[in-house]
């Protein structure tokens, strides 16, 4: 069985989350493949409301991605997100990346939704075929899915625990939706158990969400499910492979 923790963080610029230290990590749990994000601390200045996106922010996330494209680790396979910003640079949007992260906070500045790059870089991730890890306030996440990407694969992180609560979106009807995936990251037990229920192994990722949990940790909620081989393994590296195209 080959394990994949599809969420996690690595980067050197504004945080420390060194790669050699993660891999170490992974391979105690016994994890062959990591989906690797940029910082959110590399990509804007969460802490600032009015934050207004710049060239020097812009060469910083140029940097944190150039990090992961760089990463070559003879045991663990790495697969890179893109984290758009503001820019909506759809044309660093190399063949490399399995994925893109999307990413704020209620307290966080805000993506420009109307400016029509965001419209452009969609259409990309689109004809690419590429998911998207979707983290926003409920309300966006709302308009997101039903205005922005009703056909492009979305994954929601934390089975929505950051966006709006499990129990929101799914009032919301968002699980309902084909085109809407979950990843366990740092998700409470309760919470995978009842989404497995209703929607089965086929739409849900596992992810540690390192540094905010570590891979062991969030490996164990998975084995502890007692699911049937097949589910788990759909869980821990099939679903993820799959839906980004993966060999």
Not at 121 to 132: A, E, M, Y
Request: proline share 6%.
């Amino acid at each position: 069985m080959q394990i994949i923790d599809s969420h996690l963080h690595t980067g050197i610029q504004n945080v420390s989350w060194r790669w050699e230290d993660i891999r170490l990590l992974l391979r105690a749990a016994g994890i062959q493949g990591a989906g690797v994000i940029p910082p959110v601390e590399d990509v804007y200045d969460r802490y600032n409301y009015h934050f207004r996106d710049n060239p020097q922010w812009q060469a910083c996330r140029r940097r944190a991605h150039r990090y992961l494209l760089d990463l070559k680790d003879p045991e663990i396979e790495t697969y890179p997100y893109f984290f758009v910003w503001n820019d909506f640079a759809w044309e660093d949007l190399s063949p490399e990346y399995v994925a893109v992260k999307w990413h704020r906070h209620g307290n966080e500045p805000e993506y420009h939704y109307h400016d029509p790059r965001c419209r452009e870089f969609l259409k990309v991730v689109k004809d690419r075929g590429l998911p998207i890890l979707l983290e926003e306030t409920l309300a966006n996440t709302v308009f997101f899915l039903e205005h922005l990407a009703p056909n492009i694969p979305v994954i929601i992180p934390h089975l929505g625990a950051l966006s709006g609560g499990y129990d929101s979106l799914r009032r919301a009807g968002v699980w309902n939706l084909p085109n809407v995936y979950a990843d366990s990251a740092v998700a409470e037990f309760g919470h995978i158990e009842d989404y497995l229920s209703r929607h089965g192994a086929t739409r849900l990722m596992f992810g540690s969400d390192y540094p905010f949990s570590y891979p062991d940790v969030e490996l164990a909620k998975i084995r502890r499910l007692n699911l049937p081989e097949a589910d788990t393994q759909a869980v821990l590296g099939d679903n993820f492979r799959r839906l980004c195209r993966l060999r």
